[in-house]
Every structure is written in C-alpha cells, then in structure tokens.
C-alpha cells in the first residue's frame, strides 16, 4: 500500500519491487520514521529469509547437515562448515591433523579476502563510483580463481567435511595461490589509497553513521563493526581456532566510529588476511588432510565460535547418540549487529540510510523493503529499494 | 519535393538521425565498457533493443489518463523536429530564421511531454518520476539558455544554418567564449542524465521513473527521445560553439571526438549530491553569463 | 570467577568452556556476578527435550565461553527478560519466545522476530509426536 505523504497525490498502489541486481545490497525492512528529512526512529523487521533451518537439521544425519550449512549464506559458507565442523569434532572430542587445519585457514582468510572486495566494490557503487565497483570486482575474479584451484568451486566449495579437509592442496596450487595473492596485495594498496583519499568519499563517509563504543559494548555488536568502534575483540585473537595461534598477525582497529573507520578496518583486515595466507603457505607440512569419524555420536553438547567476516558466528549443538543432531542452534554476526542500526541511523539524514545500513555488511537475502513514517503526518510509505533511492535523492530537490 | 520528402526523412532526416543517435549510444556503451575494464554491449546493441521494444506488446494499464499514447509520440516527434533544424555536414532541412528559439522551445515540449506523460500513466513512480524532470528542468535550464544566446547574439543571428556557415569560416567559437561552451557542455551532462548528474541511483537508463508504465511501442519511443536527445545536443554543440562542420565527415569526426569526451567524464565521476549538483549548474550558468555581458559589450 | 562457579553447578569443562547449571532463584544472582565481569551475551539457545525446556545463555568473559543452563517446566513458562542488564538479548529472546512459546516479562518489544503471524505454524521448535527422535 502506498499513500503518499506530502505534496505529492494520493494514491494506494501495491508495488511488489524486489532486488534487480545481484549486487545490490541486501537489506531488511526497515521502518523508519523520519521528521522532514532526519531520521527520529528506526525498528527492524527481518524474517523474509526464514528457512527453518535449524529445525531441517534435526532430520538429517550429520554429513547432510553439514551441506545444509553450507548453504544458510553465499558468501561466508566456509565460515559455517567449518564452524559445524568443530562443532562436530567437539561432540565427538576428537582432533583434526594440522595439516587439515592449515588448509581450513587458508581457505577461511580467502574467503575473508572474496568476502571484503565484495563490500568494497558495494560501498563505492553507493557511493556512486561505478567504476570502482567494476574495478574491485574484476580483481575479486582473481580470488575466486584462487578459491577455485583450492576447492573445485567459486562458491558452496565442498571442501569440509567432519574430520578435516577432502581434497588436498598440491605445490602447483599452492604456487598459483601465491602469484594471485601477490597481485591482489598491490591492487589493495591502491583501493586503501583511494578509500582513504579521495574528497567525494571523505565526504560521503567521515563522520557518518556513528556508532560509539559504548553502544557497541552495550549491544554486544561483533566484527569489523564492533573494531571500528574501537573494541577489541576478534575470535581469532581471544579463542583461536585451527592454525591462528600458529601464525603471526595483527587485529585492525580504529576509533573513528563512521563509516570511514569501517571502510579502513575492512581494508586494512585484508591486508592481514593475506599475511596470514603466505605465513600458512609456508608453514604448511605434509600429513594427512581427514581422520575417520564414526557415523553415531555419542550423548554430548558442545559449542563452537569462528570469526566470519562479518563478525562472529557460534553454534550450538546437542547429541543423542544416533547418527542425527538432536538440536543445533546457530547464530549469524548480522542477528546481533542489526541492534547496530538504530543508534547509527537516529539523527542522520535519510539519504545517507543505503550506505550506513550496508556499513554493517549485512547478509539477509531478505526482499528489501523500507518504511517511511512522516511523525508529523502519520503517513506509512513503502517503497521498493529502487523508488527509496529516487526519492531519497529527490526530496533534496524541493 | 521528393528530394525535400528524402530530405525530411533520410538525409539529413529522420531516419539519419535515429539511426545515428542509436549507434552513438552504442559507442557511449561500449567505450564506457572498456574504461571499465568490461567488454561491453555490440555496438549495434540500442538498435535491437530499439527493434525488440518494437515487436513487444503493447499494454495499457486501467489507471493510464488521457494522453497516455499522445505525450511519447510528441516527445520523439519534438526532439527530432528540433533535431532537422540543425545543419549536419553544411545541409539542413528545415531553414528557419528563428532556428535558435525554435530549437529551445522544442527541446522544452519534449521534457514537458515527458513529464506529461509520466503524470498520465497513473502510477505514483510515474507521476514522482515526471516531476523529478521538471525540477531538473528548472535547474539546468539556466545554463542552457544563456549558453545559447551567445553565439546568436555574437553572429547576430538566430538561424542554426548561418551560425554554422560563420563559425566555419572564424573558427571555432570555444576558443572566444570558453565559459559558455564549458556551461553547454555540462548541460549536455545534465540534459542526458550522464553522471555526474545522475542523480537517481537506479539508472535512467533501465526502465525507471517516468517511463514505468510504458510497454511496446510507446516505450520504444520514450528511449528513442533519451537517445536522439543526446545525438541531437551534441550535433547542436557543434553547430554553435565546437567549429561547425563543412562536410559530413567533418561531422563525424568533431562529434565523435565530443562523445569520447563526454564518456570520459561519464566513467571517471562519482555522483555528485543533489545540494552541490545545484550549486554546480548555477555556477556554470553565471559563468556563463560573464560570457554573455562580453558579448554584449 | 569461582563464585560464579559456586553459584551453579558446573557439569563439564572442555577447552575453553564451562557449562554451569542454575536454578531459576539463583539465576539473577548468577546475571549480576557475570555482569560484572563485563560479559559478553553471545547467543541463547533454546532446547525442548520433551518434558522441560533447556533454555542455555552463552557468555563470553574475555574469551572464555560460560554456558548457563535453566531449565523450565513446560507449565511453567514465565522467566523474566535479561535486557535490562544486557541488552544485547533482546533478539534472542523474541526469537525463544516465538519458537518455543515461552512467555519472557518485562521484554521491551516481544513481536515475533522471524516467523510470520497469519502464516507460520506456532513454536516450530517443540517437539511434537511423530517428530524424529521423539521417543
């Protein structure tokens, strides 16, 4: 239902306007309230992706439940097999062999890498580089050429299953791998210089969406979010797992609590990301790359954390002693950093809401949709992201 | 008359127009792919989008108000009414005295026609689109008009064929006045929604705005208005500031060199907010007033 | 530490965890203690094993991850929100309450979270007969 608020006509329409592109970012409904053009309130309905997943799990053995997991988000897959994967590997209290280990990380900071060109490119795009978007993409083509060699695919690559690793890591890979990363750290350097340097970005982007550290420590908000606001904290750090306590690296963080400070703490993190890649690909010795799992798992609960790069992910499982999960609970860093959205957005300018909303790097699939309330008029828009960003730009013009 | 109905129709006509303002499109594409490290569309790419529109079904929705064939049909027919107004390679079809006022208020009645026929498709997005052109329409206008007055005013006379006549023969009028040129050809940019004054996110080029509820034929028009638009102003850029042209591959060759310039603009900005995309046009258009009192002078 | 240790009852420690047992009188103790060794709420599962509902707060203190576990009755379902001293929790707990249908006072905005009113089947995550495992 549309009802048009202000000077325009009235109208009721339903308009069913969902993502176009595939690149467009993905957000929740978001019913704002705005007062002329500041914002005064947010509330966040999410929800329009629900798969019942965690039910689903409950009917299927372990290793069908591990490619359900697979395939609860696009980009961070890896992060959710290999966080069931501990997750099993704890219930069973067994440990994989390091080389396995060694693999999962160098597969996991990959994915960090794939996963932080992917928001670049989104956050110039908003911006309205268009030509930086193409720029960062085509180079992220570069990783997921490197995700290829070592998985078999681009994306949902198979490569964990409980127990370690399934495919292994030739010298042929292991060189081209090194070649990419040797072109993607150049191309970095570059995107940092004109992320941090350029004036219509500076504008855009400094002193924008800010989010304090209190509010961050009081909303529990985790990843790249919580670091730019000046906590922290980061699994890899606190409670490492696979070959993070074996290799040397550093945590970003930065006190500007905008988007800027994000932009940087991501960018900067990719940059570790690759040290980590070369320390692994060094460091790498030969062994076997799975051990054998028995199919029943004994009576147990356990927990297991990873730092995807949005944040941190934990799930929660329970056995019975059959060869089906009893109950696995998992939660998604974007479920607790949309209790981010409210402090950034209050007071800000509705036409800056696209690029502060996807300063978080949310992953909903969600149809986007957002609602307007006018506080002085009571009037309810909906409108598709398309017509949002029209008349965001538009109502300037008046 | 048959060589005036070829005249009208072929060369330098109708069908030349469309049919070159198509393949302009196709470089502005192509050229703006490969600056993006893309390949990009062929480069007869807009004439099969043109020829699918064409072939689509024509749907009228229940809401559309009266006028919803008549304001596309009027869009197209002003803008290359104003489009034969404009010597190409020393011919012109229509010769008119007047030819500078002439060419304005057409170029006026197509965006009006425009927005007309936004507000008749009975959709809120269309009604909201077609008055976003209006407000642009008041904004870059002002450059615009001024621009345009100072080569009539310094050749003393308001007829698009003689100016082209005197500025092959003095020289290129940019280098004289290079305020009013820079304020034409960013309305150019303005005009044609290239950035950095794309303000709408969503691109106009895609189906958006005022052209939501357009279908079939009717929709084939509209992006024929927003192709021929940019063919057109270009040819008239030429005409009045950027030399003239002689003969038709002088033509060519000044225009192409316009469109490389202009899609170098187009890969290389950002987009600017609305506030400075404002505080941009009237800028220009004082500077171009400069221009104009020294043409006065 | 250790009081917090005290105040429930620890029934296994494996790595870098703890799992405490508490009951429902001791939980608010338990809360402000863990509060003020500035916890982190990580997540809060909920797990119905037929009889009693497990609902299991995860902490994070500094790294080490502390799981508390509170078992309510199916009869009687009311536990008071944890938002007021974390409030972090908030989506957690509407998604408890609309899952498993317990009742949270003092919640500040208890709308379901993810399932749909009008479409979605009620407490999805109960176990119901002929659910598999239902013995």
Known sequence: ???????????????????????????????????????????????????????????????????????????????????????????????????????????????????????????????????????????????????????????????????????????????????????????????????????????????????????????????????????????????????????????????????????????????????????????????????????????????????????????????????????????????????????????????????????????????????????????????????FRKRVDGKNDY | MIIDAIKIFVYPGMIFIIIFSLFYFGFLRKITARMQNRIGPPLWQPIFDIIKLFSKENIIPENAKLGFTLWPVLSIASILTAGLMIPIGGDVVLNTSGGIILILYFFVISTISSFLAGLSSGNPFGIVGGLRKIVQLISYEFPFIVSLIVPALFFKTLSPFMINSYQIISGPLFLLYPLASSAFFISILAKCEIPPFHIPDAHQEIVSGYMVEYTGTRLAYLHLVHMVKFFVLISLGICLFFGGSLTFVDFILKSFILLVLITIVKVVVARLRVDQMLKFYWFFGFLALLDLLRVMM | MEDIMRIGRVYKRFKNTVWIEVKKAKFEKLLKELKSFDARISSISGYDNGNIIEIIYHFDVNGKLINVKLRVEKDVYVINSITKLFPGAELFERELMEMFGIEIKNHPDPRNLFLDERLSPKNPLRKKIGDNNVR
């Not at chain 1, 004994?298 to 109950?327: F, L, M, Q």
């Open chain 1, 1 to 387: 239902m549309i009802i048009m608020s202000g000077k325009s006509l009235k109208r009721c329409y339903s308009l069913p306007i969902g993502p176009q592109h595939p690149a467009f970012p993905e957000a929740e409904n978001l019913e704002v309230k705005v007062d002329g053009e500041t914002i005064v309130d947010v509330v966040v309905n999410v929800g329009y992706l629900h798969r019942g997943i965690e039910k689903a799990m409950e009917e299927r053995n372990y290793i069908r439940s591990l490619y359900l997991s697979e395939r609860i988000c696009g980009i961070c897959n890896f992060v959710h097999t290999t966080t069931y994967c501990s997750l099993v590997e704890n219930l069973l209290d067994i440990e994989i062999p390091e080389r396995a280990m060694y693999i999962r990380t160098i597969a996991l900071e990959l994915e960090r890498l794939q996963s932080h060109m992917l928001w670049a490119g989104i956050a110039g795009y908003e911006l309205g580089f268009d030509t930086l978007f193409h720029y960062i993409w085509r180079d992220r083509e570069f990783i997921l050429d490197a995700i290829e060699l070592l998985g078999g695919k681009r994306v949902n690559y198979g490569l964990n299953t409980i127990g370690g690793v399934r495919r292994d890591m030739s010298e042929d890979v292991k060189n081209k791998i090194g070649k990419i990363l040797k072109y993607i750290e150049k191309r970095f350097k570059y995107y940092i210089k004109v992320f941090t340097t350029d004036i219509t970005i500076l504008r855009r982007t400094e002193g924008i969406g800010i989010l304090e550290k209190k509010d961050a420590i009081k909303y529990c908000i985790v990843g790249p979010t919580a670091r730019a606001s000046g906590v922290d904290y980061d699994i890899r750090r606190i409670d490492p797992y696979m070959a993070y306590n074996m290799v040397d690296f550093n945590i970003i963080t930065d006190n500007g609590c905008d988007i800027q400070a994000r932009v940087k703490v991501r960018l900067l993190e990719a940059l570790e990301s690759i040290s980590i890649i070369k320390q692994c690909l060094k460091d790498i010795k030969k062994g076997d790359i799975r051990i054998k799992v028995p199919f029943i798992v004994p009576e147990n609960e356990a927990i297991s954390r990873s730092e995807a790069p949005r944040g941190e992910i934990v799930y929660y499982g329970r056995s019975n002693g059959t060869d089906k999960p009893e109950r696995i609970k998992i939660r998604t860093p974007t479920y607790i950093n949309l209790l981010s959205i409210k402090p950034m957005l209050v007071d800000e300018n509705l036409a800056d809401l696209p690029i502060i909303v996807m300063s978080i790097d949310p992953c909903f699939s969600c149809t986007d949709r957002i609602t307007i309330i006018d506080v002085k008029s009571g009037k309810r828009e909906i409108l598709g992201e398309q017509e």
